[in-house]
């Protein structure tokens, strides 16, 4: 399959470790893809779904144990410990790599190594990058075929280099107590052990596309950011590209495939998908950035998913989908989840393959739904009726506005803008999101996460601020307009205040208009709010009392809040820019 060198080595190493039966490349075709379809219906790795009703769809349940991502078993290992920062759990590389070798040592044994040439991003793009992945999962190559670009031209690209990125994954025995996914950053290299659960094993997701290339972005002078890509198409027909970090439970998929109020859309407003996950940017020729999604599908969460909520992206789950941990409506061999539609399916497996009984469902306990609360969708963008032009265009698009996010019931107001890009790099390193009634634990507790990449920094957070400030002075006068928005102010009784969904097109456009210079502000102790008759509140159910209480910055709040970003910033000791705790002495003196 090819002569790359580095490549050969590692294959070599690896197949000498694993000891596969046999090792098969996986070239992208149709008919390999329908053959590992059929193999893994075989060994029951899939079940078929109704094939009229959801073509090429079918569902994989997990092991129990096996559910999510494993955040206190997830390691970034650089040779020195305060690389890799307060942020992450850190391990010696040459420690890690024996444990591990020794978990994985011939755990391939009667399996097929199943080896994986995959780019992320459009194959060629001067943003891409390549990865190898090997693993012992059909479900893995299946899902690896749907979120990556895989395709023997990829390795035509490489050529001889050694620009790629090593992945092994072996599920071994699932074993949670000897799970590790683990990151060797300084050698391009992920291995993943002991999980078959997505965001464990789609190594070019999170291992890649976030921590190891955010560290390769740090190296090389670009970014790789935890965010949406959206583009808004104005009556004009001009389309402007938004960059969007939210936190997890936060609806970064339901923004990036919004659909706006009905009299926008009747205007010619209309928003176009580029990314709803993760965003890839450098500086282009014209000093602009420039981003792409390096993904090719949407790994989305499912429940809540509906017609309403994600018209967008409940449509492209329609064919060629694979769905994890859903449940089984067994009259005709589709899938459901809660909040799919009101129709409890009286027929139906839940998401560890039992008989459900829909009477015994109680919204408020997890344990009595049918699907799993983390069950998800393996989706190709192609089907996402709201697909950018751009997607599938190596030159990336040009970011107006960068917007972070968090769930806020009281604190942040429903949009601000940043004084310039160092004030908003001091937003995003605060940004927070507080507890839901949904999670365990108490509710309305403040989680740090900056710029929601707290779980997949690949290095020490410290530099990476840096690193976004060091990006602010080369753009100069092209950078992007950074702002913050909170769709979750709510009143004293826990309603919320803003509709939120389709109606953040409101704020969006106000957004636009400020970075194209056309909307006025207030400028606050925090940055600039709009005025209260920016927000187009054309067609909704709001008085004006009701906005102006959701723009207002609340001085007692705020001075609360500074003290907590204070607390935050003493994890960082020496590595925190000085510019960042400037801001923060600003922001006191602003509020006092
Ligand atoms: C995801 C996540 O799955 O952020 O995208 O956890
Ligand atoms: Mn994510």
Known sequence: MTNNKTIRKWLDEMTALLQPDNVVWVDGSDEQREELRRLAVECGELFKLNQEKLPGCYLHRTNPNDVARVEDRTFICTSKQEDAGPTNNWCEPQEMYKKLYNIARGSYQGRTMYVIPY??????SPLAKIGLEVT?????????????????KVLEVLGDSDDWVRGLHSRCDIDPENRYICHFPEDNTIISVNSGYGGNVLLGKKCFALRIASYQGWKEGWMAEHMLILGLQNPKGEVHYIAAAFPSACGKTNLAMLIPPAYLREKGYKVWTVGDDIAWMRIGEDGRLYAINPENGFFGVAPGTNEHSNFNALESTKKNTIFTNVALDQNDNTVWWEGLNKNLPENALDWKGNPWDPAKFNKADKSTCAAHPNSRFTAPAENCPCISDEFNKGAGVPISAIVFGGRRAKCAPLVYQSRDWENGVFVGSAMASETTAAAAGAVGVVRRDPMAMLPFCGYHMGDYFRHWLDMGKKLGDKAPKIFNVNWFRTDDEGNFLWPGFGDNMRVLNWIVDRCEGKADA?????????????????DLDMDKATLEDILTVDTEVWTREAAEIEEHY???????PAELRAQLETLKKNLS
């Open 570 to 576: 003493k994890k960082f000791g020496d590595r925190l």
């Open 119 to 124: 780019s992320m991003g459009p194959i060629g």
């Open 136 to 152: 012992d999962s059909v479900y893995v190559v299946l899902n690896m075929l749907i979120m990556t670009r895989v395709s023997p």
């Open 522 to 538: 207030t400028e606050t102790a925090i940055g600039y709010v709009p005025k209260p008759e920016d927000i187009d509140l054309t």
